[in-house]
């Protein structure tokens, strides 16, 4: 990848990334919203490359697929803080979702079903499953779960420093065992779609095709996932805030 002055082949790099970027941007998808484009991804994720083409410095000790995976993922993830892309609307219809998942859960003892959830939102269910499509992009844990109800600020979930990551949620042990013990009591269906999505890693439109269904609705089964989990969660997250407010 060098020319015949031994400088880094930029067009080259280019090339051999890009498919890269756009992997990378196919799978940010299921966690974003329908109305955040996916060409609008790769656009920033090929700026991303390009300055990471620009920094790298050639013997750091770090291999420059590594560092451009870091620099592509975070120039998606600015692109994303710079807008508002998850209305609070739909904050509201997916906690909606949720505590009635929890209300459904509690009567039956068991997951719901989506038929049983559409009936209890008084809604057909070809209209819950297009609310589901529309949660696309909704997280396990956003930083205000863990913070406050008050600051809405849902692209700060995002923020790269290690002092406020949610994932950091998760180092502790005991969210980690209920996040576990939340997917195995996952429907089948939906804990396939999550092993195949953060396990094997692969695109919505890989897991539709092993899944012998379509892209839209692999993304309305990862929206009710992750709300189911959430609700299983919810215990681990209010232990964590208090945790949070009494260090202060």
Same mark, same amino acid.
């Given at each position: 990848?060098?020319?015949?002055?031994?400088?880094?082949?930029?067009?080259?790099?280019?090339?051999?990334?890009?498919?890269?970027?756009?992997?990378?941007?196919?799978?940010?998808?299921?966690?974003?919203?329908?109305?955040?484009?996916? *060409?609008?991804?790769?656009?920033?994720?090929?700026?991303?490359?390009?300055?990471?083409?620009?920094?790298?410095?050639?013997?750091?000790?770090?291999?420059?697929?590594?560092?451009?995976?870091?620099?592509?993922?975070?120039?998606?993830?600015?692109?994303?803080?710079?807008?508002?892309?998850?209305? $609070?609307?739909?904050?509201?219809?997916? $906690?909606?979702?949720?505590?009635?998942?929890?209300?459904l859960q509690q009567q039956t003892g068991r997951a719901p079903?989506?038929?049983?959830?559409?009936?209890?939102? *008084?809604?057909?269910?070809? *209209?819950?499953?297009?609310?589901?499509?529309?949660? $696309?992009?909704?997280?396990?844990?956003?930083?205000? *779960?863990?913070?406050?109800?008050?600051?809405?600020?849902?692209?700060?979930?995002?923020?790269?420093?290690?002092?406020?990551?949610?994932?950091?949620?998760?180092?502790?042990?005991?969210?980690?065992?209920?996040?576990?013990?939340?997917?195995?009591?996952?429907?089948?269906?939906?804990?396939?779609?999550?092993?195949?999505?953060?396990?094997?890693?692969?695109?919505?439109?890989?897991?539709?095709?092993?899944?012998?269904?379509?892209?839209?609705?692999?993304?309305?089964?990862?929206?009710?996932?992750?709300?189911?989990? $959430?609700?299983?969660?919810?215990?681990?997250?209010?232990?964590?805030?208090?945790?949070?407010?009494?260090?202060?």
């Open positions: 990848m060098y020319n015949a002055v031994g400088q880094i082949n930029r067009e080259q790099l280019v090339e051999r990334f890009a498919p890269m970027v756009k992997r990378i941007a196919c799978h940010l998808m299921a966690r974003l919203p329908a109305s955040v484009l996916l *060409d609008d991804l790769v656009q920033n994720g090929m700026l991303g490359l390009l300055d990471a083409i620009g920094r790298f410095e050639v013997g750091v000790g770090a291999q420059f697929e590594a560092y451009a995976v870091q620099r592509v993922r975070g120039a998606m993830l600015d692109s994303l803080r710079e807008n508002d892309w998850l209305p $609070r609307s739909l904050r509201r219809s997916c $906690r909606l979702i949720e505590a009635t998942i929890t209300q079903t989506e038929k049983e959830l559409a009936d209890a939102l *008084d809604m057909t269910l070809a *209209d819950y499953q297009k609310m589901l499509q529309s949660a $696309r992009g909704h997280q396990l844990v956003y930083l205000e *779960d863990l913070i406050s109800e008050e600051g809405e600020d849902f692209l700060e979930r995002h923020q790269v420093e290690e002092n406020s990551d949610p994932a950091q949620l998760f180092e502790d042990e005991s969210t980690r065992q209920a996040l576990v013990k939340a997917i195995a009591d996952l429907p089948e269906r939906e804990k396939l779609m999550m092993a195949l999505y953060y396990e094997q890693d692969l695109n919505l439109r890989e897991i539709g095709e092993v899944m012998g269904v379509s892209e839209s609705r692999v993304c309305q089964l990862h929206s009710q996932a992750v709300m189911r989990l $959430r609700t299983r969660l919810a215990g681990a997250v209010d232990k964590k805030r208090k945790k949070i407010d009494k260090n202060g």
